[in-house]
């Protein structure tokens, strides 16, 4: 919202929300997330055509345009618990709309959800008392946390769905031509409603796939001798399969590629695709492998047992240039680690300790109550060096820039020997770690000591 007021100064722009804490972070100078380049919009924009409200009744009663952007997390219990997207709070907007407004207006779908979700809010406003037509649309974003300014400003291409009927068809012009005011008419792309709602689940679907197909082969080079990096620049060099996305990792995490694949799990198995069903869960299978495997490997290498060791982990969010902690592999390592009784020491420049916290207990169970001494078991630290004195091992987990110009011959002194490293995302000069005296373990690359032949 705050690039379509910056970009379309004629517009007048408002975010509304129940909770007045968060209304109050962003009409402050500490925005209550963290984004590169996001400062700057809502500085420039804030107070002129911006505003952050909590009268949500008056600002959907004036509003010619109105975008449902609510949480629509995977269900945690009932029918499809587990895989099912819960759309209760897209419900909720529409009865919202529906009770508050006085004229016709244009509703847009921002938040991800389940195919066909819009018939359902298309009902609820249809249900209001006083005649007024609403055109609901499909307008999902393709934009990935780090880069969502940049995403915002030059996309690749803008999606909008809606009803092929007459009405339809003029919101839909509505709504392009506010994305017109920047966005080159050939990017936008438009479609019926269904279409546009089940692209953003293929879309993170096929992203995922890609990490999760890199990640299998990853595996299979530790064990062969093959480099994973090598790999990915011979496959992506062919343009028909190209280059992103091919990095492997310790795996990948953020609050949308797991909830969007089991969402689309879940339909196709609602609809009795099962074969679909499993093609799609296998990638979540993998990813959760690929996790695994990392811890597994660092207490293996580290003579099978890190019982009362202290290890470092640099990097929680679950990838650079940003706070998000949403689904993040590092969560998964450190409860790994954990329960082998290792003493961690998290080092993030951006995440927060409430929030590591506070999503370790809301994915993994893992709470004060139900694990004593966690408080002690788990330190964030100030810096990357505190995090590394006296550890057993460092594991970089988030590939942060400032991570690969550190003193790592500071760091190997300061370290219990031997000092290993563990690379969950191949940002390291290994050789120079090897030189230093590290016992260097990679993603996806062999251990010169199992091989004479590489």
Same mark, same amino acid.
């Given at each position: 919202m705050a690039v379509i007021a910056k970009k379309?100064?004629?517009?007048?722009?408002?975010?509304?929300d129940i909770s007045q804490k968060q209304i109050d972070a962003w009409n402050s100078n500490d925005l209550p997330i963290y984004e590169p380049g996001l400062p700057e919009v809502v500085d420039e924009c804030r107070g002129k055509n911006l505003f952050f409200s909590t009268d949500i009744a008056k600002e959907i009663d004036e509003a010619d345009i109105i975008f449902i952007s609510v949480n629509t997390p995977t269900k945690t219990q009932g029918i499809g618990a587990g895989r099912a997207a819960n759309v209760k709070n897209c419900e909720l907007c529409a009865r919202k709309i529906a009770e508050v407004a006085t004229s016709n207006k244009i509703v847009v779908e921002k938040s991800t959800v389940p195919v066909r979700t819009a018939d359902a809010v298309r009902r609820v406003l249809k249900c209001n008392d006083k005649g007024l037509d609403f055109q609901v649309l499909s307008n999902p974003e393709f934009l990935a946390e780090g880069t969502a300014i940049d995403d915002l400003m030059e996309p690749s291409r803008v999606l909008i769905g809606g009803q092929?009927?007459? +009405? +339809?068809? /003029?919101?839909?012009? @509505?709504?392009?031509?506010? =994305?017109?005011?920047?966005?080159p008419r050939e990017q936008?792309?438009? @479609?019926?409603?269904?279409?546009?709602?089940?692209?953003?689940?293929?879309?993170?679907? #096929?992203?995922?796939?890609?990490?999760?197909?890199?990640?299998?082969?990853?595996?299979?080079?530790e064990a062969t001798g093959a480099n994973v990096k090598e790999i990915s620049r011979a496959v992506g060099s062919d343009v028909r399969i190209g280059s992103r996305f091919l990095s492997s990792s310790v795996g990948f995490g953020g609050?949308?590629?797991? !909830?969007?694949?089991?969402?689309?799990? =879940?339909?196709?198995?609602? =609809? +009795?695709l099962h074969e679909c069903a499993e093609y799609w869960n296998q990638v979540i299978k993998l990813?959760? =492998?690929?996790? !695994?495997?990392f811890s597994e490997k660092m207490?293996? /290498? &580290? #003579?099978?047992?890190? @019982?009362?060791? /202290?290890?470092?982990?640099?990097?929680?969010? #679950? !990838?650079?240039?940003? +706070?998000?902690?949403?689904?993040?592999?590092? &969560? #998964?390592v450190v409860r790994d680690l954990m329960a082998e009784g290792a003493k961690i020491h998290v080092y993030d420049p951006q995440v927060k300790r409430e929030d590591m916290f506070s999503e370790m207990a809301y994915t993994c169970n893992v709470t004060k109550e139900n694990t004593p001494g966690l408080e002690d078991l788990v330190t964030t630290s100030p810096d990357a060096y505190s995090a590394c004195e006296g550890s057993h091992a460092l594991a970089v987990l988030t590939e942060w820039d400032e991570f690969k110009s550190y003193d790592f011959q500071r760091i190997y002194e300061s370290m219990a020997k031997p000092a290993f490293v563990f690379d969950g995302r191949n940002i390291l000069d290994h050789e120079k770690l090897r030189e230093i005296g590290f016992e260097v373990y990679a993603i996806g690359k062999p251990d010169p000591d199992d091989f004479d032949d590489l």
């Amino acid at each position: 919202m705050a690039v379509i007021a910056k970009k379309c100064p004629n517009i007048r722009v408002t975010v509304v929300d129940i909770s007045q804490k968060q209304i109050d972070a962003w009409n402050s100078n500490d925005l209550p997330i963290y984004e590169p380049g996001l400062p700057e919009v809502v500085d420039e924009c804030r107070g002129k055509n911006l505003f952050f409200s909590t009268d949500i009744a008056k600002e959907i009663d004036e509003a010619d345009i109105i975008f449902i952007s609510v949480n629509t997390p995977t269900k945690t219990q009932g029918i499809g618990a587990g895989r099912a997207a819960n759309v209760k709070n897209c419900e909720l907007c529409a009865r919202k709309i529906a009770e508050v407004a006085t004229s016709n207006k244009i509703v847009v779908e921002k938040s991800t959800v389940p195919v066909r979700t819009a018939d359902a809010v298309r009902r609820v406003l249809k249900c209001n008392d006083k005649g007024l037509d609403f055109q609901v649309l499909s307008n999902p974003e393709f934009l990935a946390e780090g880069t969502a300014i940049d995403d915002l400003m030059e996309p690749s291409r803008v999606l909008i769905g809606g009803q092929q009927t007459p +009405g +339809g068809l /003029k919101a839909i012009e @509505t709504l392009v031509s506010v =994305y017109a005011q920047w966005v080159p008419r050939e990017q936008i792309i438009t @479609t019926n409603l269904w279409s546009s709602e089940l692209s953003k689940l293929v879309a993170n679907a #096929f992203l995922a796939q890609r990490v999760s197909s890199i990640n299998s082969i990853s595996a299979l080079c530790e064990a062969t001798g093959a480099n994973v990096k090598e790999i990915s620049r011979a496959v992506g060099s062919d343009v028909r399969i190209g280059s992103r996305f091919l990095s492997s990792s310790v795996g990948f995490g953020g609050s949308c590629f797991q !909830k969007d694949i089991l969402n689309l799990v =879940y339909l196709c198995e609602t =609809y +009795g695709l099962h074969e679909c069903a499993e093609y799609w869960n296998q990638v979540i299978k993998l990813n959760d =492998y690929q996790k !695994k495997r990392f811890s597994e490997k660092m207490v293996s /290498k &580290m #003579f099978n047992t890190v @019982t009362g060791k /202290k290890l470092a982990i640099l990097g929680f969010a #679950f !990838k650079k240039d940003t +706070g998000d902690v949403r689904e993040t592999p590092s &969560m #998964f390592v450190v409860r790994d680690l954990m329960a082998e009784g290792a003493k961690i020491h998290v080092y993030d420049p951006q995440v927060k300790r409430e929030d590591m916290f506070s999503e370790m207990a809301y994915t993994c169970n893992v709470t004060k109550e139900n694990t004593p001494g966690l408080e002690d078991l788990v330190t964030t630290s100030p810096d990357a060096y505190s995090a590394c004195e006296g550890s057993h091992a460092l594991a970089v987990l988030t590939e942060w820039d400032e991570f690969k110009s550190y003193d790592f011959q500071r760091i190997y002194e300061s370290m219990a020997k031997p000092a290993f490293v563990f690379d969950g995302r191949n940002i390291l000069d290994h050789e120079k770690l090897r030189e230093i005296g590290f016992e260097v373990y990679a993603i996806g690359k062999p251990d010169p000591d199992d091989f004479d032949d590489l």
